[in-house]
């Protein structure tokens, strides 16, 4: 998946303030390597040490270049006073970032990543660290709702349970709600930190037109919002052939089109807040959310990555019959 040119065109401008760019360029001047630098104050509170954190890292198959590349990325964490360099994030690891170690004959899709095989055993022999090991994962959506998602109907009754689903319209109205619940039940995560209204804003920016109503699912529980979960169609095809370009006739001409990237869905995120987990409320909104994918005429659900630690997060999957795509890792090197 290429990273988007509106979005690196933003960050070369300083719409983002703090992101700066490189290229590294062998003895006869050709483009070997790249890479981002930025900070985050919330990360590091996270992580309890100041981090150099990197992004939309890239390199050719040599030694030599993953080694200088490294090298610039630790030389400017140690001249910073940073304890360790982490990435690749763009901008953090709860947007999106990271390195396959496995399933490298999959593609990629929207919002995860895809490298070469040698990407991280060029890490590892630098001597990085994996951090956060996770896997993406596939699901066909063949199963009966109901058999792979029971729940009981007196419980949504006694409990005034809603399942409310998302809104063109009133899109704008949501998102506060879904961001709520989502920083309430991710808060728990090594690698999440606190997404602030603005940059819900900016990362949703344009999915207005493109968002399949039936696959954003919230749940509330005697009016309040207690779990949710937010799939879109897969676009990532359209957006390879796009070169990552979607300028504004492209993203006419998706909107046009957008019915022909219905075949699968990709689930970017899903959670209960942490006063209402263990109580069945993510099975009803699977259950939903299957019979919402089998009625729409998608074949299989794509899920970004998932912690190995949070197996309650991949039972849904497993329900369903998936298996896990890719291998997925973040990096991380020592620098004092």
């Known amino acids: 998946m290429p990273a988007l040119v509106q979005q690196i065109r933003d960050w070369h401008r300083g719409q983002v303030p703090g992101v700066r760019l490189y290229l590294l360029r062998d003895a006869e001047g050709r483009v070997a390597g790249r890479t981002t630098l930025h900070t985050d104050p919330d990360f590091d509170t996270k992580q309890g040490r100041p981090l150099q954190l990197f992004g939309l890292t890239e390199f050719v198959d040599d030694p030599a270049a993953s080694a200088a590349l490294f090298d610039g990325i630790c030389s400017a964490g140690r001249s910073s006073g940073k304890a360790a360099a982490f990435g690749p994030v763009a901008l953090l690891p709860n947007q999106s970032g990271g390195v396959i170690t496995s399933g490298f004959e999959e593609r990629g899709f929207i919002d995860s990543a895809w490298n070469h095989p040698y990407y991280p055993r060029a890490y590892e022999a630098y001597g990085f660290a994996r951090r956060f090991e996770s896997d993406t994962w596939i699901c066909p959506t063949t199963r009966d709702p109901e058999e792979v998602f029971p ?173 896990p795509l890719h291998g997925y890792t973040f990096y991380e090197k020592e620098l004092r």
Request: with cysteine; proline share 3%.
């Open 151 to 323: 729940f009981d109907e007196a419980q949504t009754e006694a409990e005034e349970l809603v399942v409310h689903r998302g809104d063109r319209k009133r899109l704008r109205e949501q998102l506060p709600i879904l961001r709520g619940m989502l920083n309430a039940s991710f808060a728990q995560l090594g690698y999440y930190t606190e997404i602030s209204a603005s940059q819900l804003d900016w990362q949703t920016d344009g999915l207005a037109h493109l968002i399949d109503e039936s696959l954003l699912l919230y749940l509330t529980r005697k009016g309040e919002p207690v779990a949710f979960v937010l799939c879109v169609p897969d676009i990532s095809e359209y957006v390879m052939k796009a070169g990552g370009d979607l300028n504004p006739s492209r993203q006419l001409l998706l909107l046009l089109t957008r019915r022909r990237y219905r075949r699968d869905a990709v689930l970017i995120i899903k959670g209960t807040v942490p006063e209402a987990q263990g109580q069945g409320y993510m099975r009803l909104l699977s259950r939903e959310l299957l019979r919402n994918l089998r009625s729409g005429g998608y074949d299989f659900l794509r899920s970004t990555y998932v912690e190995r630690t949070n197996a309650a997060s991949a039972a849904q999957y497993v329900a369903m019959g998936g298996r």
